[in-house]
C-alpha cells in the first residue's frame, strides 16, 4: 500500500475498539500492520460482523496464533522482534502473563515501540478493573459537560474515550515515540489511557474556566449549546441546522439570512442576559421552513450554519462526494482515509480479512520458513484447525 506510513511494520494484538482504530489509522497510512487473532474466532468486537463489514480491521493482514500456547506466543514474539512497534488493548498484566510484555519484547527489539491502550492506564487505583469509555470520560470530567441545560449527561457516543482520546492519542503518541526511536535506536512503551487523553481534549475548557468564562452546568456556555448563536434548531421537516455563528461578521451574516422580526432581540450578541429572548426568536424561524430550504439559503454563505445529516445521508452530500470523503469498499460505505497527503497519497483501503486468513503469506513475508511454519502448525500455534490459506 502506499502513504506516508510504507515500510512501517506493525504488529496488533487483536482487541476491542480503540486499539483496531488506532491499527487502522495506522493501516491507512501505509503501514504493513499485522492483525494476531485467536484461532477459531471472528471479530474481538461486541458485535459478530462479517469480515467486510468490520471496518475498524481494513487494510490489513491476520494471523491467527493462539497465545495461550508457548509454540504461538514464541511465534508471535518473534514477529515482534521484526516490528517497528505494537498495538495491544489488554488490561495490566496480561501480555506479561502471555511472556509477551514490554520487558521480554524490548530485549528481543530494542528500538522496538510498545503502545498500550487502555482505559485507566497501566498504574492507579482504578488499572486493574473493568470499564469503557463511558466511564472513563466520566472520570475525566468529559461527559459531564455534554448535554442540555437541565438535563443529565449525555454519551457523545464512544467517540471522545475510545477513538478521540483513546486510538487518535495512541496513534499520536506511537509516531512519537518511533521518531525517537530512529534518533536514538531505543524503544519505549507508550501508556495511552482514555481517561487522560479525553481529559486532554478538555484543554480549552480549563483555560476558559481559569478566566471565568466557563460554568460547570450543562448548556449555559458559549459551546456547549448555551449560546443561540452555537446551537441546534429543528426545521419545519423535522430535520435540523447547526448554527455555529460565533464571530460578529458571520452572526450578522446569519441574521441577515434568517431575516428576524425583531431585529432589537439580536443586538447584543456576547450578553447571556438576551440569549434565551434570541434562542426562542431563532427557534420560531428556523421552523418556518424545512431543512433543504434553509440549507439552499445558507449555501455559499458564511453564515456558519450546516445541516445535520444522518450518518446515511452524509455520502451523498456533495461537498463529502467532491472530497471523496466517503468510499464503498466490498459493498460496504465507510469513511475515506484521512488526512489527505500530497506527496505520499494512501491508497484505497482494503476490506477487513477473515481472522487468519494471512496467516502462511504474513509470516512468509515477515521471514518466516516453510519448515518453521510447519513446526508452528504441529506444535499447535495455529490452533485446533488447520493453517487458514492465504487471503
Same mark, same amino acid.
Given at each position: 500500500m502506499g502513504g506516508p506510513l510504507a515500510g512501517l511494520r506493525v504488529v496488533e494484538i487483536a482487541s476491542l475498539g480503540p486499539g483496531p482504530f488506532c491499527a487502522m489509522m495506522l493501516a491507512d497510512m501505509g503501514a504493513d500492520v499485522v492483525r494476531i487473532d485467536r484461532p477459531g474466532k471472528g471479530s474481538a468486537g461486541f458485535l459478530p460482523l462479517k469480515p467486510e463489514a468490520d471496518v475498524l480491521n481494513r487494510s490489513r493482514r491476520s494471523v491467527a496464533l493462539d497465545l495461550k500456547c508457548a509454540a504461538g506466543a514464541a511465534a508471535a514474539l518473534d514477529l515482534i522482534a521484526e516490528a517497528d512497534a505494537l498495538v495491544e488493548g489488554f488490561r495490566p498484566g496480561v501480555m506479561e502473563r502471555l511472556g509477551l510484555g514490554p520487558d521480554a519484547c524490548l530485549a528481543r527489539n530494542p528500538a522496538l515501540v510498545y503502545g498500550r491502550m487502555t482505559g485507566w492506564g497501566q498504574t492507579g487505583p482504578r488499572s486493574h478493573t473493568a470499564g469503557h469509555d463511558i466511564d472513563y470520560i466520566a472520570l475525566s470530567g468529559a461527559l459531564a459537560a455534554v448535554g442540555e441545560a437541565g438535563g443529565a449527561p449525555v454519551p &457523545?457516543?464512544?467517540? +471522545?474515550?475510545? #477513538?478521540?482520546?483513546?486510538?487518535?492519542?495512541?496513534? #499520536? *503518541? /506511537?509516531?512519537?515515540? /518511533? +521518531?525517537?526511536?530512529?534518533s @536514538? *535506536?531505543?524503544?519505549?512503551? !507508550?501508556?495511552?489511557?482514555?481517561?487522560? *487523553?479525553?481529559? /486532554?481534549?478538555m484543554a480549552p475548557v480549563f483555560g476558559y474556566a481559569a478566566q471565568g468564562f466557563w460554568r460547570p452546568e450543562r448548556g449555559a456556555n458559549l459551546l456547549d449549546g448555551g449560546a443561540p448563536f452555537y446551537a441546534v434548531y429543528e426545521t419545519a421537516c423535522g430535520g435540523h441546522m447547526a448554527v455555529g455563528a460565533l464571530e460578529p461578521a458571520f452572526f450578522a451574516t446569519l441574521v441577515a439570512i434568517l431575516d428576524v422580526a425583531?431585529?432589537?432581540a !439580536?443586538?447584543?450578541?456576547?450578553n447571556p442576559a438576551t440569549w434565551a429572548a434570541m434562542r426562542a426568536l431563532f427557534a420560531q424561524t428556523f421552523r418556518r421552513r424545512d431543512r433543504?430550504?434553509? @440549507?439552499?439559503? #445558507?449555501?455559499g454563505s458564511d453564515a456558519c450554519v450546516a445541516p445535520v445529516l444522518r450518518y446515511t445521508e452524509a455520502p451523498a452530500d456533495p461537498h463529502n462526494q467532491a472530497r471523496g470523503s466517503f468510499v464503498t469498499v466490498? *459493498? !460496504? !460505505?465507510? &469513511?475515506a482515509p484521512a488526512p489527505r497527503f500530497s506527496a505520499t497519497p494512501a491508497a484505497a483501503p482494503k476490506p477487513a480479512p477473515k481472522p487468519g486468513a494471512d496467516t502462511l503469506s504474513a509470516l512468509s513475508d515477515w521471514g518466516f520458513s516453510a519448515e518453521r511454519i510447519e513446526a508452528l502448525a504441529a506444535a499447535g500455534a495455529f490452533g485446533a484447525d488447520p493453517v487458514a490459506p492465504a487471503s
Open positions: &457523545p457516543l464512544n467517540m +471522545v474515550g475510545d #477513538f478521540g482520546g483513546g486510538a487518535m492519542l495512541l496513534g #499520536f *503518541g /506511537l509516531l512519537a515515540a /518511533l +521518531v525517537s526511536a530512529r @536514538t *535506536g531505543q524503544g519505549q512503551v !507508550v501508556d495511552a489511557a482514555m481517561v487522560e *487523553g479525553s481529559a /486532554l481534549l425583531d431585529q432589537e !439580536v443586538q447584543q450578541q456576547y433543504a430550504a434553509w @440549507t439552499a439559503l #445558507f449555501d466490498d *459493498g !460496504v !460505505v465507510q &469513511p
